[in-house]
Structures are given as C-alpha cells and as structure tokens.
T-cell receptor
Framework: GAVVSQHPSRVICKSGTSVKIECRSLDFQATTMFWYRQFPKKSLMLMATSNEGSKATYEQGVEKDKFLINHASLTLSTLTVTSAHPEDSSFYIC????????????FGSGTRLTVV | QQQVKQSPQSLIVQKGGISIINCAYENTAFDYFPWYQQFPGKGPALLIAIRPDVSEKKEGRFTISFNKSAKQFSLHIMDSQPGDSATYFCAAVNQAGTALIFGKGTTLSVSS
C-alpha cells in the first residue's frame, strides 16, 4: 500500500529559529500533498495544499510567510516553520494523495514540534 | 461552517461490546467517506471507507453503514477490544478528490 514518510518525528527548537519538516511518498507519486496541524484532543486542521511545481494554497488564517511549503518533486514536500515561537508548538501531519488512485489519502506519522 | 458533524465526542465501551460512531455531512458533492484511526503521537491511518452507492461495507470487525438520503454514515466496531482504544475520525472527500474534510473526532476507550 501507499506509504508516506514524515521526518523528523520530534523536534525541539529555540524561539526565533526555523525548522524544516519533510514529507515523502515512498512508493507512489504525489501530485498533491497536504499539511495539517493538530492541537491536543482536537481534529486535524488543514493548513495548506501543495501541488508539485506550483505555489501552495494556504487556508484562511494561515500565515504563508511563517509556514513555507515547497513541493519540488512528485515525492517530496517540505514545511518550514520560520522564526518559530512557542505558540507554533504543535503536532504537524502531512498527507499525500496518490494520483493514480483519486481518493487515496495517506498520512505521515506526524512531527511533534516544541519551541522553547 | 462544519461540513462533517461527528458524534459522540467520547465513548466508553466494555470489552466485547459494540462501538458506534455517527457522522453527518451537508455537502452532496462529497462522494467518498473514509474513517481514520489515530493513536496518540501518530498520524491517522485509514481504517475503512465507503462510496455512496453502497449502503454497507464490512471489513473484519469494522462496518460502515451509509444512508445517502439522510446524508449520514456510521462506524460500527464489533467485539471491541482494548487495542481499539484510539481516536476515530470520519471524513468526506469531494468528487474531484482534492479536498478531505474531517469530523471533530471520537475518543474511544475500551475497558478490559
């Protein structure tokens, strides 16, 4: 089945620094990838949709200059949290859509970001 | 506006019992309805999914019932086990397959 690898699983960074999270589709090509943020005991909140070779589409209220998304290839999307602050601490999850299976959404294992 | 409503928010079931989680959607443009299971600190994993042209789908102990006219669907977990304790999300996907909308989730606890 489709596998999505997300790295790192946990990261702690200092305020003001930037952190990059990678999302890779291991056995399929993903024309579209999605980034979610999840607060404790809450549902997943879609942050942005990235399409290979084009700019990401951000959901309302998500700062595109703070959360930089790059989808440079059909198997890799990255989310960079710039100038991180403690309020950015959260669980970030990526999802990739298998272009050969229109409804195939596969999720990564998530990244726990803690900003100190 | 919440497009997928999920209930209950939490559920406690005894081992061997049946767990039932309900969802309702508003947008008739949705035509694929997956259920995801999430354990703490992990990403959601696809559990089972259904298309609206089918009223029921069963995979092992997990069954989805779908009522197109009522725009409702539910997940039934038969013979619930402590290992089923997790958060369950229903979701709906649009016809183009480009948007996946989650319900708010149900935290299931199965007591042994």
């Amino acid at each position: 089945g489709a596998v999505v690898s997300q790295h790192p699983s946990r990261v702690i960074c200092k305020s003001g620094t930037s952190v990059k999270i990678e999302c890779r589709s291991l056995d399929f090509q993903a024309t579209t990838m999605f980034w979610y943020r999840q607060f404790p005991k809450k549902s997943l909140m879609l942050m942005a949709t990235s399409n290979e070779g084009s700019k990401a589409t951000y959901e309302q209220g998500v700062e595109k200059d703070k959360f930089l998304i790059n989808h440079a290839s059909l198997t890799l999307s990255t989310l960079t949290v710039t100038s991180a602050h403690p309020e950015d601490s959260s669980f970030y999850i990526c999802s990739a859509r298998d272009s050969l299976r229109n409804y195939g959404y596969t999720f990564g294992s998530g990244t726990r970001l803690t900003v100190v | 506006q919440q497009q997928v409503k999920q209930s209950p928010q939490s559920l406690i079931v005894q081992k061997g019992g049946i767990s039932i989680i309900n969802c309702a959607y508003e947008n008739t443009a949705f035509d694929y309805f997956p259920w995801y299971q999430q354990f703490p600190g992990k990403g959601p994993a696809l559990l089972i999914a259904i298309r609206p042209d089918v009223s029921e789908k069963k995979e092992g102990r997990f069954t989805i019932s779908f009522n197109k006219s009522a725009k409702q669907f539910s997940l039934h977990i038969m013979d619930s086990q402590p290992g089923d304790s997790a958060t369950y999300f229903c979701a709906a996907v649009n016809q183009a397959g480009t948007a996946l909308i989650f319900g708010k989730g149900t935290t299931l606890s199965v007591s042994s």
